[in-house]
């Protein structure tokens, strides 16, 4: 298992109190990884846990600080943490707008330029995953900045693949598709329509997808076996977007 | 440690599996536990530690037909299958005729597609399995012509037509199979050039790496992941994908 072990590697897993994140922390764990995980909200007790709200500007570089202090030589990032915070699109204000804005897309940049800026000092290397969605490629009614933030990640993706290259830092992303979550979970429940049948006719391979299927594709981006992959974004959505999903 | 990239129980058919990268997923995928059909050209795949070699040309059709149906009644429906065979004339753009065309294409498309969907159909009727074709950068972007120097042939145009028909074949597979719990993915390696070049060709070889964000050239251990991944139950929601493993290559 030499090639997907991630033993001697330490990580910080954002947004990871809960769903994808959560997933992802866990299948780090599993393949020998120490982990320090971040929310929103306090979590009395618990270990290796940062709290804060990254949509703060201030909070990403200070979040990698304590990371750091936690696991000092920390060599893989895995930005997960996001919302969604679209209205119907009439309906959107600026103060709406800047909430999905600052904390999917501003806190994403300035995590990886401070994790960046720490692993040059430790001589260069590591490995940042950031996570974006189908929503960054096909679009969705009503889900404006939700979709602008995530097709907005692709580009960062691929944008600091090339910056960070010649530091040795490696820079990949997952787009998952429809993922039972709380998040996700909540908006599904929430509709009275056929929306989640329609999906689960749409999704391939016949159902919606759940956080411990995105936490293999994480884990081998940040192995020694993923080591000439970067710039990369591996889709998890059961082929959901592999032909049109269409209207709803 | 448990992980889901364990291959225990797995047989895997890998065509082409004695090439310069086919060796070396080979290796990988018996690392983690599988069974292995290497298969390659006439002499050479070899027997090993839980490989068993067989010798087909993928391009005679009905070879690979008769090829499909023994090797079924005698190891069962395998449930990985990579596809790393390709077709090539190295003529220059000019110098191909039609025929060298067909030939290619036959090659490329013609014997990938039947051997996947044969096989496709067999995982099908059991209720899963991952089928793992593999394209090029070369099926995404253009090679670059100043970077190869006389007597050098760029990279030819039959090449990158067939690694590119692989990726629009990786995501109809995927949509046809899909219902049935069988997946399909492509691979598509950045320039993993030969060791014969590496040594004899140093200025390509740094030309080469020019074009890569991690600015070197890949070695053959690192494609095997990619397949080791797409075949494991670490990837058990995802299909239809395109998977780069090209040091950047086709990011900028």
Redo the contacts between chains.
């Keep these: 298992m030499k090639a997907f072990s991630l033993e001697g590697h330490a990580a910080l897993v954002t947004g990871s109190s809960q769903g994808i994140g959560a997933a992802i922390a866990q299948g780090l764990e599993d393949c020998g990884a120490a982990v320090v995980r971040h929310g929103l909200q306090d979590m009395p007790g618990s270990v290796a846990y940062v709290p804060c709200n990254l949509s703060v500007i201030s909070a990403p570089a200070q979040l990698i600080d304590s990371a750091f202090a936690l696991q000092p030589a920390l060599d893989t990032l895995i930005c997960n943490a996001g919302s969604f915070f679209d209205t119907p699109f009439l309906e959107m204000t600026a103060t709406e707008w800047e909430k999905t804005i600052s904390l999917n897309l501003r806190a994403t940049f300035f995590l990886a330029q401070a994790f960046a800026k720490k692993r040059l000092t430790l001589g260069g290397g590591g490995s940042i995953v950031i996570v974006s969605s189908t929503n960054g490629f096909q679009a969705e009614a009503d889900s404006v900045a939700y979709d602008t933030s995530k097709g907005g990640l692709v580009m960062m993706i691929r944008s600091l693949a090339v910056s960070l290259a010649p530091h040795g830092i490696r820079v990949n992303g997952i787009a998952p598709g429809l993922i039972r979550t709380p998040l996700t979970g909540t908006w599904m429940e929430s509709r009275a329509d056929d929306l989640l049948k329609h999906y689960e006719k749409k999704i391939l391979l016949g159902k919606v997808g759940q956080p411990s299927d995105c936490a293999g594709a994480v884990a081998f981006l940040c192995s020694p076996a993923a080591s000439y992959i970067t710039g990369e974004i591996i889709t998890i959505d059961g082929g959901l977007t592999t032909s049109q999903i269409g209207k709803l | 440690?448990?992980?889901?990239?364990?291959l225990q129980n797995r047989d895997i058919w890998v065509i082409g599996g004695a090439g310069y990268l086919g060796q070396e997923v080979v290796n990988?995928l018996t690392?983690?536990g599988a069974s292995v059909l290497c298969v390659d050209l006439s002499g050479k795949a070899q027997n090993g530690p839980q490989v068993t070699a067989v010798d087909l040309d993928a391009a005679d059709i009905p070879a690979l037909e008769n090829f499909v149906t023994a090797q079924i009644a005698a190891r069962g429906v395998p449930h990985g299958l990579v596809v790393m065979t390709y077709a090539s004339t190295a003529k220059k753009f000019d110098d191909l005729t039609a025929a060298d065309f067909d030939y290619a294409n036959h090659g490329n498309l013609t014997a990938t597609f039947t051997l996947a969907r044969a096989i496709g159909n067999v995982m099908a009727e059991r209720g899963s399995g991952s089928l793992v074709l593999f394209s090029s950068m070369y099926g995404t972007v253009s090679p670059d012509p100043s970077i190869y120097e006389a007597p050098m042939n760029p990279n030819p145009v039959e090449y990158g037509v067939g690694k590119a028909g692989i990726q629009q074949l990786t995501?109809y597979l995927?949509?046809h199979f899909?219902?049935s719990?069988v997946?399909c993915n492509a691979i598509s390696p950045?320039p993993f050039p030969n060791p014969n070049i590496q040594r004899d060709q140093p200025a390509f070889i740094e030309r080469l790496s020019q074009k890569v964000?991690?600015?070197r050239v890949?070695?053959s251990p690192?494609?095997?992941?990619?397949v080791?991944?797409l075949v494991?139950?670490?990837?058990?929601?995802?299909?239809?994908?395109n998977?780069?493993?090209?040091?950047?290559w086709?990011?900028?």
Excluded: C, H, N, Y
């Design positions: 440690m448990s992980t889901p990239f364990s990988l690392e983690l995501r995927a949509v899909g219902k719990g997946r950045g964000p991690l600015g890949g070695q690192e494609i095997a992941g990619a080791a991944f494991s139950d670490a990837s058990t929601f995802i299909t239809g994908q998977l780069a493993v090209d040091g950047g086709t990011v900028w």
